[in-house]
């Protein structure tokens, strides 16, 4: 696990103080790669690689940027899991190292650029092709690793992280429609960011540079075609069987290995399968909030490592943890996305550091296999509209509302969002319903200045992912869980992948392992959500490697943090400074005096606070000239 950047000039010139630039790169993104560095330059200037090294694999003779001795290039940063296999397929004589690194240059060499549908695993790389005088650059079919770009006087600079491209942009300036993503999800769509001119490339797309043209294209992409030919044993059978396969791929580490541990069905998944499968002592990590019961789920991780038979490794997250440290979240993060998780897996993430070099997490299995309350709340109410219409039975609904009945228990906490979701639209088509569940802008007013986000609608880009073509329209369920899984787990990974390296840790994500995502996107829906059942064909599946106490759960929490005890307690004050600073108060965009003023009004596990809260501290952090370039 890295960090890489590069720099090259569009028009093929020389670039002024390259090595300067490629270190400065570097730098910004040292955290990432703590057991090394390395630059390379062409000949002619025109063109560079930078890298951070966190070693993982090949601890000795895998260093980057890397040559392939036959003018080739690659700066890379991830994890290829088959690479073993690779090695064998590609001709195991031709390399000099034990690195995936080398193996990723050799399918290049062999390949081209369909090298991209080999490889299994988590990754975002450039090549320099030097015979075509090619860049060629490539992320993850799910985001799992970073990439991002800008173009600058006709230099296109590459980076891991948002931040190491700062020095180079003119000017530090808030990007409008990214904005207001944000507003509407706490997460930008299209590859965009909240960094006017930087982008993000999108998960399973390459960027080709040839000839001066910057040109992005999709690779993968994941088909919801659906097979009512075979049984939910077949489906449950095959999940076990790839699952376990991923999980063995993914313990290839010449470091010992740990978990994430939540207490909640995927990570305990996860960690379960590992420990099973670890010649070392495997440890699993969890972290808790005791300042109520409501906030704490430790008992379920321990639950989970008594029952394994590993050491686990227990973090009390306090109010002071949070003052001292949520900063520094949000400067990893480069820009505020999703929810408050991203702080307590900051925490736990500097726990697990402390021990291991890598970690193993459940990232990714609601996305594929439907675990979120919201799919029972929208399907709760096209259940109430097909009783009216008497269509309830009918092939439109993959649940019926006698069935649906009993997993209603899982709504006991959320009667303000369903106050909020029927308030107005009900039964309206099905796009703008779930637009509506999801869109996080209604809760505010006029703390927000509207007129400058004018000319931009979120609602146009969501339709085009809801709406895609790759999913077929009669499951409303697959499209829900398309979107989230197009647009908030790349989020999520964000987040996962930021947390983890601020500290020099890998993480690692078994639950996307491409012919497990293909194979979950072609199980019907009435497998998946059987009688509104979250994720019931995973639960089946891989059930018995669990306690019951885990299986058995209905109150999974997804890692809650006590924000609005703390504005009304340890963290009134510093909350009340951040939003009150003399530049916090005369922001363009947010009227923090009437944030102040709404602090009493937050709710229970809202997120309106901790939005204008991180929106502010990144504004303090990024915006205030420290990243200029000299």
């Given amino acids: 696990m890295c960090g890489i950047a590069g720099a090259l000039n569009l028009d093929w010139n020389y670039i002024p103080s390259l090595n300067r630039k490629l270190l400065v790169m570097n730098q910004l993104q040292s955290h990432r790669g703590p057991d090394g560095q390395g630059v390379w330059e062409h000949p002619s200037q025109h063109v560079g690689f930078g890298h951070r090294r966190l070693s993982i694999i090949d601890l000795t003779t895998g260093n980057q940027p890397m040559s392939d001795q036959g003018g080739n290039w690659i700066t890379y940063n991830g994890e290829i899991y088959n690479y073993v296999e690779l090695r064998q397929e590609l001709g195991i004589d031709n390399f000099v190292t034990d690195s995936d690194t080398e193996v990723i240059l050799y399918a290049y060499r062999k390949w081209g650029i369909d090298c991209v549908n080999h490889l299994r695993g988590m990754f975002a790389f450039a090549i320099w092709d030097e015979s075509n005088q090619v860049l060629f650059c490539a992320r993850d079919r799910f985001g799992i690793k970073p990439f991002y770009y800008t173009v600058v006087n006709r ?16 000017s530090i300036e808030t990007d409008l429609e990214g904005f207001k993503d944000y507003l509407t999800f706490q997460f930008c769509l299209a590859g965009k960011t909240l960094f006017k001119g930087i982008h993000e490339l999108l998960p ?102 008594e029952w394994s038979g590993f050491e686990l490794h227990e973090l009390d997250i306090t109010a002071t943890d949070f003052i001292e440290n949520i900063r520094k979240v949000i400067y990893h993060l480069d820009y505020p996305v999703a929810g408050p998780g991203s702080f307590p897996q900051y925490m736990v993430s500097q726990l697990a550091s402390k021990y291991r070099k890598v970690v193993m997490g459940g990232q990714g299995a609601d996305e594929i296999f439907g675990g979120y309350v919201r799919y029972l709340i929208a399907y709760f109410e096209q259940c109430i509209k097909g009783a009216i219409d008497g269509t309830m039975h009918s092939s439109n609904f993959i649940v019926t509302y006698e069935s649906i009945i009993p997993n209603l228990t899982a709504l006991r906490n959320y009667k303000p969002l369903l106050q909020e979701f029927w308030r107005e639209g009900l039964f309206e088509d099905l796009d703008k319903r779930y637009f509506r569940l999801i869109n996080r802008a209604p809760s505010l007013g006029d703390e927000i200045n509207w007129e400058a986000l004018d000319g931009y609608s979120p609602f146009e880009t969501f339709q085009k992912i809801f709406l895609a073509e790759n999913v077929g329209q009669e499951s409303y369920f697959d499209s829900m869980t398309h979107f989230d899984f197009k647009t908030l787990l790349p989020a999520l990974l964000q987040i996962e992948d930021r947390v983890s390296m601020a500290h020099g840790l890998e993480s690692r994500v078994p639950f996307l392992d491409h012919p497990l995502v293909e194979l979950a996107a072609t199980i019907p829906a009435n497998i998946k959500f059987k009688n509104g059942t979250m994720k019931q064909v995973l639960q089946n599946a891989i059930g018995s490697f669990l306690p019951a106490t885990i299986t058995n759960r209905k109150d999974k929490m997804g890692f809650p943090v006590p924000l609005i005890e703390w504005i ?36 229970k596990f809202g997120r309106k606070i901790w939005g204008f809260l991180c929106i502010e501290l990144w504004q303090q952090e990024f915006f205030e000239g420290k990243y200029k370039y000299n």
């Avoid at 230099?155 to 003119?170: D, I, M, R, T």
């Fill in 155 to 170: 230099v296109l600079y590459f980076a891991s992280e948002a931040k190491a491209l700062l020095p180079f942009v003119k």
């Fill in 568 to 603: 009304n307690g340890e963290a009134s004050d510093f909350i009340h400074d951040t939003l009150s600073s003399q530049n916090a108060i005369s922001r363009d965009l947010v009227n923090n005096k009437l944030v102040l003023k709404s602090l009493n009004q937050e709710r």
């Fill in 204 to 305: 399973g797309h390459i960027l080709q540079v040839d000839n001066g043209v910057v040109d992005v294209k999709r690779y993968w992409e994941v088909y919801y075609n659906l097979d009512f030919d075979h049984t939910a044993k077949y489906f449950e059978e095959k999940i076990a069987d790839i699952l376990s396969e991923s999980v063995n791929l993914h313990m290839r580490s010449d470091v010992p290995i740990g978990a994430y541990v939540s207490g909640g069905l995927d990570s305990s998944i996860i960690a379960s399968l590992a420990s099973q499968k670890s010649d070392d002592k495997f440890i699993g990590f969890t972290g808790k909030f005791s300042i109520s019961e409501d906030y704490d789920e430790s008992k379920y991780a321990r639950d989970l490592a």
